[in-house]
């Protein structure tokens, strides 16, 4: 026998509670976020391919493997807030490419300093992301911003280790 009540799921979907402006502003910081990931994994990749030291290129292999795991998260959130996420971006990639020419020619020391000053900069992102979604009430949201933030800044500290070297 089936009821013909309607279903009372009493967790909110996320995003509910976000009014259209607020999303408008989510949206935009989101957009922004997945373009410095990918930029952040392509230096990564591109960096970690040719370095000799083995602890700098697996320091650069995790980020990588982890930055796709955020990646995946940050496309995932927008397509909760209805937008069709973007998958790659190739200027990001071209700049990336630029970066590990300058590398080899100077020294793997300063872009790594610029990728260890990005995972900053962006964990600073996540975790003001999380402060605006908790404010609007969508905990689950702001929880999931937080772990971003958390893995961002686990990325600057690694790297961090190695603009200190050489």
Known sequence: ?????????????????????????????????????FGARAICDHLGRWVTDG????????????????VSEVQDMLRLLGVEPRRTSFRRRALARG???????????LVVRVAQQASETVARWYLQYAFFLAQHGELELARRCEVLAEI????????????HIG
Request: hydrophobic residues 40%.
């Open 1 to 37: 026998m089936t009821s013909s009540a309607p279903s009372r799921d009493s967790t909110p979907k996320p995003g509910a509670n976000l009014n259209e402006e607020a999303r408008v502003i989510l949206r935009r910081e989101l957009r922004l976020a997945l373009l410095s990931e």
């Open 99 to 109: 970066l590990a020419i300058v590398a080899r020619v100077s020294g793997p020391r």
């Open 55 to 70: 602890g700098l290129g697996e320091s650069l292999a995790r980020a990588n493997r982890e930055g796709s795991e955020v």
């Open 152 to 163: 961002k800044q686990r990325h600057a500290q690694s790297l961090a280790v190695w603009t």
